[in-house]
Every structure is written in structure tokens, then in C-alpha cells.
């Protein structure tokens, strides 16, 4: 936490309610009094069991959703659209079928407006680092599930957001590529001060990436517990683990979210 | 009226009550006439609505189509027992051996005129301009095309356009064509649009000049060869409805004739003007003399239409008619 | 009416959908007041007005329009059901597809009203004529809907109903069908119209009652109200047929996520 | 004919596709020999044959083509132009949806040749009226098909496309326009033999050439091998627009996976 | 790989290679020469880089796809067409969309003609398992990435397949629910004495439920290594972490995946 207080502030989430309503107008409650804030140049995870509300907090941050109360404010703004200046790698696949992994990772260039030869130099420079060389001319139906979600991600990262929320972006990578994944946002992060909101069930990566975790207990989702991660940066995926400090809160928030688990079983 | 009304909505349900009324145990039989809707066949409208099909024994139903010769086909393909349409596609089919007998004719000549637009008030005007009339081969074509021969011009003087005859009216006032045929009892339609009559051959003085003759009865009535051999009774019977509709419009005022025929023309769709300008036409006993065949004939080979002479023995049976008109207008 | 409710939930709801045809019936009016228009082709609004409730006084309206409604009714259902079931044999037969889909596509090219002759001589004057040429219309729409529809399809889906064991006939129940549904109501949209071209059309042809039948006789005596009245109807027609098709959708398209966002895109 | 080695990979290829036409005339012929059919009504294909040798000789042959050709191609082409336009239109507004889709498809259900009389008033006796009507008759299949198609769209790819900053004008043309060509190419397919009629109808209604003029003249001369032939190349024209459909088909969809798996289904 | 040989031979993989072609007929050798064994009643895990062809290999397993070469027999049969005995929880989603989730849960036993009651009964108490009571109505674009993938999971399961093949089933689940259905699954298994073939990223999810683990190699995937996995039965997810054994064959296994990266590393 150690910059957050001088950083100036990017969203302030204040009382976030949201429901969803069948057609029947039946109601889903999903969030129920949700309040954090995220200061500039901050990677903040947000941890939580599946179906508690991660992905509709991301949707109303970015604008795609409305809340039902509350509010978000991005730079003492109210949010009342998308914002371009927000790079949203969602959690479901959202590639366009008819275009090849080149023209994907192009696509945020060109709705820019960026000119054809940076385009390609970018998107060329991106493939390689996520591992993709050769397959620049297929298209998504002929890549597997990871590589289709690396191109997800470097089409986001293409148009060099300021912020960036990520949805569950690693979880079908296997080690090693998420490794070098995960590097190459932390340097991205650091080197060109972003700001990052990222969701995750991996409790390894969160600690190893984030400055501050939050965890969200069951639907309908309450912010249960914030931790912040005080190690040292730049910090290294694999030396990390041995760490003690590392260790220590790693089980902290296993606790953490044990209990929330346990809470729940008890009540049923 | 309000009774045949009745039996144009629910036709089975009537007939039953009609055929007790009748008192004759006899049941209808069903008849089923392919037809253009036209004043033309005036007195087969009336046949109905007077109720002389019912005397006869018949039950009528008309089965309009959009062309005669998709009528005529309709009836050698045994879904009419009549037809109702004109001689000249009779006579091609016969040719290519289609065999029919024509039983009699509604009108004595042809009630067509030929009507410019502005500034186009003789045939001479017409030299190089565009002019509607129907189909090449059709009746409206041979007849302007008689127009233009008997004024010194030919075919290809003029220009032809093709369209639906209900768009005919529009064309001509717009100045897509600068004359179209038009029915003569089409006279108050001219009149709106501030049409000019070139030529109105209802009027029997104009048609001899053009045709060479007064009569030119192709407004017929036919049936199959085959159908009149076998079911001589049904045509009697439906041959003597139509004379006794042909006796009574004689002596029928035009209003009444639109109050009995109104059924058949819904809407505007007849008035007196109208029966007033069709009646210079109106066939009064059916009949079809030589001299009117030997025009038909000779205008159709001229266009084509057929290839050899039809003798009238060989397309009319007017023995049907003859003995109708013994038995009523006797 | 119950559907009337289904579909147009208020009476706002009803006054939107119907603005644009008022407009249209009013801008009519006021072209021929004004003299744009010549009531003598185009007739005018309240001319129709005057013909359209004689022709219901004189008990003929109900009874050409049943006629002709019939006709399209019937057409509609016997056509979809043939273009659905059509499109699903040739779309799983690779070779049945080569043989029979440019037979089709060249027989919808066909002018129906040239095949006259031929379609009184086999089907007749009575109303088969009229069911067959409606049918036939709205078969071509809905055969090329679906058959588009199959080849959209999603094989991750197709592929995990096969892997259970599902036999042919199975996947094209559970997965093709109603995954082609969209498809086919787009086809189906556009064979209401089709449904009541081709009654109209057989009636053409040859017949003794039906608006076709209303229309061509008015249009050859220029009775330009006359038209204007069944056409008018034939409008309302296809109106309410799409009233109906909406609450169809609506029931059968419910698993789809709702096309609005929040925000206007 | 460069599109034709595309379309049809070699000749056993357009063998299969031409088989069931083949068999069709084959029937045709053999039905009229033993007397199933009477030749007065349907002809035969021998006489077909003939007629259309004489047909080609007499230089009409082409002339009447040339022109039915000419005003069903630019129908096709403004049709479905307009078509996919208001499809999108109506498809990014509710309201104006409400206002037009039943105005649509209550005009899609009025017989067109009942329009005889207005279309030859306003747009006279030229092509035009010609491609007017050819056209509206396509644009109405490809308005249905379009719109489908906006509303089956993969709303998660217009939400990435919209987050990363596209306008909505972008958004319609990087997301809506390719993900809808499935469902406008199935509309256009229905267009080609749209535009066909379309073209024959306008003709109908008031042509001096063409197909259609053609077919009128010789349906009133009870000329059915003439009929025949018109009907004949009118099929052939919709087989050849299908084949060229087909290759931009394949051009357009090569993004798509492949239909058949290894297994058959 | 206690039981394996006294156990019946359910696939026989010999010398499978498999290439993909593009519309252009460029190749994509996915699969060179893969050759090995899975026995009645085992847990195979099966680990490699993203894009090595995994998936590949469950689908020609499954009879999806025919090997460019080489021969898969299940049970002494050629594999010529997909078995029903088979259970394959893919990894893209297939839920569809026009079924609730009951309906989507039910569709494998409609589909071998079990009776409403029955069906209901069985789903019900599935989506109970999958801890998705209150949805049983929702259409899949109602639930969020997990809940989807959880119900994906129990429409397989709900036919009670002798062979389970699962694609990376848990990446998008967290801790909590992961380890309840990864529990369910073990009980299925260890009760019914189905076969099993897993395809994972995380190792720890691999050693705790595998038998064999087969690690194969960059693309075109050749078989690494298979290790075999002598842990006690059952093992319990949490306590297995701090396991000696454990530890060290996670090591061995990690550096096997590790030296595989490297090799690449050094060959580019
Ligand atoms: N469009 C929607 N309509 C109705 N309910 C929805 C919709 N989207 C999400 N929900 C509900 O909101 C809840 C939270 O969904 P959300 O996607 O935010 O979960 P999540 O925390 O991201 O879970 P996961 O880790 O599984 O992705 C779920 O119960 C889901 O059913
Ligand atoms: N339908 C296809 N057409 C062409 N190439 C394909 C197709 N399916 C897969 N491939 C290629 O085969 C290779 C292996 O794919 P596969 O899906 O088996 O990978 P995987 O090991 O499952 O990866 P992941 O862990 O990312 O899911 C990839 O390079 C992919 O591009
Ligand atoms: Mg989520
Ligand atoms: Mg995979």
C-alpha cells in the first residue's frame, strides 16, 4: 500500500448494489454494498468464490453495466459510458471468428486509427512475445483454447490502455507461458505506470502480482477483507514461493477465505 | 336481390331451399363457367341473378381468371364446363387441335375504341408515337392495327408498349403512350382524364369501315367439342338461361340491369352509363353470321394467328340456340 | 384478443408501431387534397374510407378475405414446414445439396404467373390451386433461411451431443433445430408476406372469390378504391400476421440474451 | 469463364449439380411420350429444344435476355444495397423498428401487379420501373435475413469491440456487417430469383421487351414451347447467379469452420 | 502404476501423428508419434505447454477426429466413430444456449431415453453438487464463466460415462468449489471404477488425482515422460500439500516440464 495515499485516485466505489433480473423479473442479488477505491499506477486483484460477482464488478467499472445503487467514479467522474482509455480483457472468449490473429490484434489500432505499417509492426511484435509465431494467418477456430486466449490478451494490451482489467486472463496457460505472461504485464505495468484491476482464483498469482488483494465473499458479494501485499518489487514468479513472507500471506488469506467457505456450510 | 346475395355467400345452402322452392325434385346441377370478368357477357350475369340457370336446372359458378386463354386451357383441362373469352384464341387452339363449339355470342361487334391524348384527335397523329393496345395477336392489337391500315400507315409506324390494361389510363394521361384501346363502355373513364376518342367502333358505322363489316361476334361463349357431344341437355338448358337473359335485357331499363346485375359487379363496378354505351353492341339473339366468321377468320390468318381456314361448321354448333330461341323467344 | 395483448402490451405501445402507417395514410391524403397525387389512380384515404365500409356493408369484405386468408394460412404452414424440413435434408446431405439447391434457386426464378396454364391444368380452379402457389412462395423463403441457418451452426455444440451418443436424428432435434430457429422465424418473416402473394396470385390465376380475385376484377373495371381497399386489407393482414410472429419469437427466442444494453450503442 | 472453373471444380462436379436437372427433362420428355402429360399444356423437351434453337437464330433470343438480365441485375444489386441498410437502420432503433418492421412486412404482402397502375404513372414504361420493382422485391428478403441477423449477434464480441473505443458507426462495421453476411448471403440467395420475378412482373405490367414481354406473348398465342424456352432460360440464369453466389460465398466465409467433419453425422 | 498391469487395456494409442491443413493446405504437425497405454479403472493426467495438442489428442481419442497416422484402439477396436461410452467434458464451452441449466444437465439422458422423473431427480442433485441451487432456470448467458463450466462438468457426469475425458474442467473454478468437485470426481471414480484421462495445467490438481501423468513435449508433441504417481488412495487435497512424496515428485515433475521450456529456449 505503500503509494496508494500520495497516488491520486482513479475509481472510488461507493455502496455498489447490482441485481439482475429474469425475464420473470425475478431477482438475482449480486452485489450488496460494495466500496474500494484504486489509486493511479496500483495492480489490485480481486479473489472470490465462482459466481459471486468478480466479473459483474469489472462490467460496471468499465461502464457495460448500470448499477442498480451506488456508484463508480473514474477520476471523480461518474461512470456513465465505456471509456477508451480502459482495457478490458473479459473472461469469455471474445475474438472476432473472421478475422486472423493479425487483424485481431489489430483490431483496437485500427478503431484508433493507427496506420497500417504500425499495425503490423505492433501486432507482429506482440505474437512473438505471446508465443503465436507462425500463426498470424489462422484464424481463431484453428488455434486451442490457450492460444485464443493469448491473442485476447494482446489485442487488449495492443492499444496500450492506461488502465486494464483482466478478467481470469491466465487460467487456461499452462506454467510456463503464464510465466512469461505475467512478466511481460508486470513490466508493461511498472514501466509505463498503468493501472491494473485483475481477477484471479489463484491465490499464488495474486499475491505474486498484486499490491493489494481483495476478497469477496459469496453472492451476494460483500468486499469480506482487503490485504496488502508488502513485498518487495520488481518481484520474481518463481523465487517468490520460497519466501516467508510470501508464505505467511499466502496462508493468511487462505484463512481468509476458508472461513468465508465455512460460514457459508454452516449456514446451509 | 337480397336472396341471390344470400347465395353468393353460402351457394350449397341456397340451392337447397332454391330446388324446393322450385318444386321440381330435381337437383341442380353444378355448372362451372371460366371467365373474364367483362360486361361483355352481360347476359350471362343476369342468366344467374334472374335466377334462369335455376329454371333450367343449373347452378352456376364463375371462375374468373386473369387471361381467356388461361380460362380456355382451365376448361379443357376439365375444370370448367364454358368458357367465356373471345373467338381468336378458339380459333388458334383449335388449329393446333385443341377441340371446342362455340354455342353462341353476347355482343354483335366489338365495343372498343381507340382514345388519344392531348392534341391526338385523329389517326394521323399517331404516326410515330407510342400506343397501347394489348398484346400483339390480341383482339385491341388487331384492331388498331386495322385502324392504322385503313389510314394509309402500317405496324411499323407507330411504337408499341406492352403494360396491364389497368395501367393503361395512367400511361396515357402521364404521356407514356400517346394512345391507348380502351372498351367503349369505358366512355366516362376517357371523359376524366380529358381523353380524345380517335375511334369507336360500337358505333356500327366507324366498325364497317374498319372491318369491313357491321357484325364481329367474337364476345363468345364455348365449350369443349367433347363436353357439348356427351351433355347436350346441360347445354340446352344453359344455352336457353342465357336467351331468356338476352329477351329480358331487351326490354330492361339500364338502371334495372345494373340493380340485377350488381351482384356480379360489385362496387362501381357497372353503371347505366355504362349498359347505355354497350347496348349499339349487345347481340340480341345470340346468333354469329358467316360474314362475321369470315372476318375473324380472315383478320386472324392475316396475323398469324392461325394457319388454315376454319369453316364455321367446324367451330360453331348454333343448333343449341336456335332452339332456345324457338322455345322462348317464340 | 389474447395475442393483441401479448403483443402490443399498451395502447402507446400499439400508437408507435401504427405511427409510421398513419403518417403514410395522411401524407396520402393531404398529396391528393393538395393535388400532388391523382385521386383518379391513386384514389385517396377517404375515398378507401367510403369503399372499404360498403364493401363490409354488402357482407363481401368477410367473405373475400376469408377466402384469400385461408388460402394464406394454409400456404404458410404447409410451405414452412416443407422449406424446414427440406432445408434439413439437404443440409446434412452434401450431395443431395449439389443436386437440389441450384434446381432451386432456378426454380425461384421462375415467374409463377407464366406457370399458370400449368398450375390450373394439374391442381385446378378450386382452392388447392391457391394453398399449392402460396406453399410454393413461402417454401423458397424458409428453405433458404434454414439451409443458411444449418451451415451457421456452432460444432462444439453439434460435437458434445454427438460424443453423448445421440443418434442423427437426435442431434438434428435437440441441437439443429432449435438452434436454427432464428433462422427459420426470419425465413418465416418473410413468408407471411409470400403466404398472401401467393394466394393472390393462385387466386389470379382463376378463381371466383378472394381479394386477388377482388383486385383484378376492380383493377379492370378502374375501380382504383376498390384496389386500394384489399390492398389495404391484405396491409393489415400481414400486420397482424407479424403482430403474431413477434409474440412467437418472443416465446421461443427467451433464452437469447436481451439485444439492449444499458447504453445505446 | 473465369467463375465457372470456381465455382464448378471440374466437370464430374457439374455433373452431380446438373443430374437432377437432367433427370428432370429426362422425366419430362418420357411423361409426354407415353401420354402422362398433354404437350398442348406443358410442351416437351424436344419442342423446348427446338423452339429455343430457333429462338437463339432469330436474334431475339438474346435481345429479350440482355434486357430481363440487365433489370435483374441492378435490381439485385439496389435491392440488397438498401436491404442491408435499413436492416441496419432498424436494427440500431427500437423505436424506428416499431414504427417500420409491420409497415414492412404489411407491404411485402401486397400482390405487386395490383400496383400495375401506380407503377406505370410514376416511373413510367422504361427500365426503371423495371429495376424499381426487381429491386423491391429483393430488398425485402434481404431486409429479413439482415435483420435476423443483428439480432442473433455474439453480444460479448460488441462489448470487447465498444470497450476498446469504437464508434458506433465502427462497431457496425467491424462487428455487425461480417458477423450478418451469413444471414445476408442466405437473403441474397432468395434475391436472385427475386430480382428475376421482380424484372418479369415490372415487365408484366408494361415492357415493350424482355422475358417476361415475352412470356405474356406467347402465353395469349398458346405458344408453350416458347413459354417453355423463357422459363427454361430464366432457370438457367438463376443456376449461374447461384454458382457465382456460391464462389463469393467462399470467399466470404473462408473464416468459417469447414461443415463436414471427418465422420458423417 | 500399482494396477495397471493386472488391469485391463482400455486405449491402446500407437504411433499417432496428426496434422492439421488450412484452406491453403499449409500443414500444422500437431502430434508426431504418440505412443501409450491407458488401463482399466486408471487416472491418466496428461500436461503440456498450450498449443502442443492436448486437445488434439482427447479428440482423436474420442473418435472426433481420424489420426493423420497411427491407430487408436479402445478396447481392441479401431476407433472409427465417437462411443457413447465415452464421457468428454471439452474445452470450449458447449452448453446450449436455449436449454436452462436443468434442461442442460438433463440432455445426455434424454438423450439415451431416461424418464422425466428420473432425469429430474438426477439433475437436481447434480446441480446440488455443483453448488448451483436457485439456477436450475437460468439460461447459461444468466451464469457467470464458472458456473457455466460447473454445469458443463455435471451434464457429462449426469450420464455416468465409463470413460471420462475432461479438458482442463477446473481452470476457471476456484480453490473452494475446484476441490469439492474435484472430491466428487475422485468418489465417482474410485466407486464406479471408471477410466479417467485429465488434461490439466496445474500440477498439484495433476499429482493429486492422477495415476500417470504423461508430459508431452513443444508442438509437434512427442511423449516426454510419464510419471507415475505412488501416492496412498485416498489422498485428501489439502493435507497431500505438505506430503514429502509430494514435494518431490511435483520437483521432478517440474523440472521435466522445466528442461522441455528450456531446450525450446536454447533451439530459438
Ligand atoms: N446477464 C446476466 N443475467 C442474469 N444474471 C447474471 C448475468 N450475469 C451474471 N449474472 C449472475 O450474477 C452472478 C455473478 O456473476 P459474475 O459473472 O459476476 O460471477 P464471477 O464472480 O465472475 O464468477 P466466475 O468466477 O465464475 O466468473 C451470478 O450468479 C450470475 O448468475
Ligand atoms: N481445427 C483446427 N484447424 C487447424 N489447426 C488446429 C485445429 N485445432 C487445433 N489446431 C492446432 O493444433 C495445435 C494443438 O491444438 P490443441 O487444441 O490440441 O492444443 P492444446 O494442447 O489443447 O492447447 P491448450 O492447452 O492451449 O488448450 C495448435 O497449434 C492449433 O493451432
Ligand atoms: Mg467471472
Ligand atoms: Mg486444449
Redesign the pocket.
Known amino acids: 500500500m505503500k503509494n496508494t495515499l500520495q497516488n491520486k485516485m482513479v475509481f472510488q466505489v461507493e455502496g455498489l448494489h447490482h441485481s439482475?433480473f429474469?425475464k420473470k423479473k425475478e431477482e438475482?442479488k449480486?452485489l450488496e454494498g460494495i466500496d474500494f477505491k484504486v489509486f493511479e499506477n496500483e495492480f489490485v486483484a480481486i479473489v472470490?468464490p465462482?459466481?459471486?460477482?468478480?466479473?459483474?464488478?469489472l462490467n460496471l467499472m468499465s461502464g457495460l453495466l448500470r448499477p442498480t445503487e451506488g456508484s463508480v467514479r473514474l477520476r471523480d467522474k461518474e461512470m456513465d459510458t465505456v471509456h477508451s482509455s480502459i482495457g478490458y480483457i473479459a473472461?469469455s472468449d471474445t475474438l472476432l471468428p473472421w478475422r486472423t490473429v493479425r487483424k485481431n490484434v489489430e483490431v483496437g489500432l485500427e478503431i484508433r486509427g493507427i496506420d497500417k505499417t504500425t499495425r503490423k509492426q505492433k501486432s507482429i511484435e506482440l505474437i512473438k512475445k505471446a508465443e503465436l509465431e507462425g500463426f498470424e494467418d489462422a484464424y481463431p477456430h484453428e488455434l486451442s483454447g490457450g492460444m485464443r486466449k493469448r491473442v485476447d490478451i494482446i489485442k487488449v494490451l495492443a492499444v496500450e490502455p492506461e488502465i486494464i482489467f483482466m478478467?481470469?486472463p491466465f487460467a487456461s496457460l499452462d506454467v510456463f507461458t503464464r510465466e512469461i505472461l505475467q512478466k511481460y504485464v508486470l513490466k508493461v505495468w511498472s514501466e509505463d505506470r498503468r493501472t491494473i484491476v485483475f481477477?484471479t482464483?489463484d491465490l499464488t498469482e495474486a499475491i505474486t502480482l498484486a499490491d493489494r488483494i481483495f476478497i469477496l465473499s459469496q453472492?451476494p458479494a460483500k468486499l469480506k477483507s482487503t490485504h496488502c501485499i508488502d513485498l518487495e518489487r520488481p518481484r520474481d514468479p518463481e523465487e517468490l514461493k520460497f519466501n516467508p513472507r510470501f508464505i505467511e500471506l499466502y496462508e493468511g488469506i487462505w484463512k481468509d477465505l476458508k472461513s468465508e467457505v465455512e460460514m457459508q456450510v454452516k449456514e446451509a | 336481390a337480397d336472396n341471390n346475395e344470400e347465395e353468393s355467400v353460402a351457394p350449397e345452402e341456397s340451392s337447397e331451399e332454391v330446388a324446393e322452392e322450385v318444386t321440381e325434385d330435381k337437383e341442380l346441377t353444378e355448372i362451372v363457367v371460366a371467365e373474364l370478368r367483362s360486361e361483355f357477357w352481360i347476359q350471362a350475369y343476369l342468366a344467374d341473378s334472374l335466377g334462369f340457370f335455376e329454371e333450367e336446372g343449373l347452378e352456376v359458378e364463375f371462375v374468373t381468371t386473369t387471361d381467356g386463354p388461361v380460362a380456355f386451357q382451365a376448361m379443357h383441362a376439365g375444370s370448367s364446363h364454358f368458357t367465356m373469352l373471345s373467338t381468336e384464341p378458339v380459333l388458334r387452339a383449335q388449329d393446333q387441335g385443341l377441340e371446342s363449339t362455340i354455342l353462341l355470342s353476347t355482343l354483335q361487334n366489338k365495343p372498343y375504341m381507340l382514345i388519344g391524348a392531348e392534341g391526338i384527335e385523329r389517326v394521323e397523329d399517331l404516326k410515330g408515337e407510342t400506343i397501347f393496345a394489348g398484346m400483339p395477336g390480341s383482339a385491341p392489337y388487331s384492331f388498331a392495327v386495322s385502324i392504322l391500315e385503313k389510314h394509309g400507315m402500317s405496324e411499323e409506324d407507330v411504337e408499341w408498349a406492352q403494360m396491364e390494361y389497368g395501367a393503361s389510363l395512367g400511361a396515357l394521361e402521364n404521356g407514356h403512350v400517346a394512345a391507348i384501346y380502351l372498351r367503349s363502355t369505358a366512355k366516362d373513364e376517357a371523359a376524366a382524364i380529358n381523353a380524345n376518342i380517335i375511334v369507336d367502333v360500337s358505333d356500327s358505322q366507324q366498325h364497317e369501315e374498319i372491318y369491313g363489316t357491321e357484325r364481329y361476334e367474337s364476345s363468345i361463349i364455348v365449350g369443349t367439342k367433347e363436353f357439348v357431344e356427351n351433355n347436350p341437355e346441360e347445354v340446352q338448358a344453359f344455352v336457353n338461361a342465357i336467351v331468356k337473359a338476352m329477351a329480358w335485357l331487351e326490354d330492361a331499363s339500364n338502371e334495372e340491369v345494373v340493380e340485377m346485375a350488381s351482384e356480379h359487379f360489385q362496387g362501381r363496378g357497372i353503371t347505366a352509363d355504362q349498359i347505355e354505351y354497350l347496348r349499339p353492341s349487345l347481340n340480341p339473339d345470340g346468333m354469329i353470321t358467316e360474314a362475321g366468321h369470315e372476318t375473324i377468320i380472315a383478320f386472324c390468318m392475316e396475323e398469324g394467328i392461325i394457319e388454315r381456314d376454319i369453316s364455321f361448321g367446324e367451330i360453331y354448333d348454333l343448333s343449341f340456340l336456335t332452339d332456345a330461341i324457338e322455345m322462348i323467344l317464340e | 384478443m389474447k395475442w393483441l395483448n401479448l403483443t402490443f402490451t399498451n395502447a402507446k405501445e400499439l400508437g408507435i408501431r401504427l405511427s409510421g402507417f398513419v403518417i403514410l395514410i395522411l401524407f396520402w391524403e393531404f398529396a391528393v387534397r393538395i393535388g400532388w397525387l391523382n385521386p383518379f389512380y391513386t384514389s385517396q384515404p377517404t375515398g378507401v374510407y367510403y369503399d372499404l365500409i360498403e364493401f363490409y356493408e354488402s357482407g363481401q369484405l368477410w367473405r373475400h378475405t376469408s377466402v384469400t386468408l385461408k388460402e394464406a394460412l394454409w400456404g404458410l404452414f404447409f410451405g414452412s414446414v416443407a422449406g424446414i424440413v427440406v432445408a434439413f435434408i439437404l443440409g446434412f446431405s452434401q450431395n443431395l445439396a449439389k443436386v437440389f439447391e441450384p434446381l432451386i434457386t432456378g426454380l425461384y426464378g421462375i415467374p409463377k404467373l407464366a406457370l399458370a396454364p400449368i398450375f390450373v391444368l394439374w391442381f385446378g380452379l378450386g382452392i388447392e390451386s391457391k394453398i399449392i402457389m402460396s406453399a410454393l412462395l413461402v417454401f423458397f423463403l424458409v428453405f433458404f433461411s434454414t439451409y443458411g441457418g444449418i451451415q451457421d451452426i456452432d460444432r462444439n455444440i453439434v460435437r458434445s451431443i454427438r460424443l453423448m451418443g445421440a443418434t442423427p436424428f437426435q442431434i438434428k432435434v435437440k441441437v439443429y433445430l432449435p438452434a436454427t430457429v432464428p433462422w427459420i422465424l426470419a425465413g418465416i418473416k418473410g413468408g407471411l408476406g409470400a403466404s398472401l402473394i401467393g394466394a393472390i396470385v393462385g387466386e389470379y390465376m382463376g378463381a371466383s372469390a378472394g381479394l386477388g380475385w377482388m383486385i383484378s376484377y376492380a383493377t379492370s373495371f378502374f375501380q382504383v378504391e376498390r384496389v386500394m381497399s384489399c390492398i389495404f386489407i391484405l396491409f393489415m393482414i400481414g400486420v397482424i400476421f407479424n403482430g403474431i410472429l413477434k409474440t412467437f419469437e418472443r416465446v421461443l427466442l427467451k433464452w437469447r440474451?436481451p439485444t439492449d444494453f444499458d447504453q445505446p450503442l
Open positions: 439482475f429474469t438475482t449480486v472470490g465462482s459466481g459471486c460477482g468478480k466479473s459483474t464488478i473472461q478478467d481470469e481477477i482464483h453472492r | 440474451a
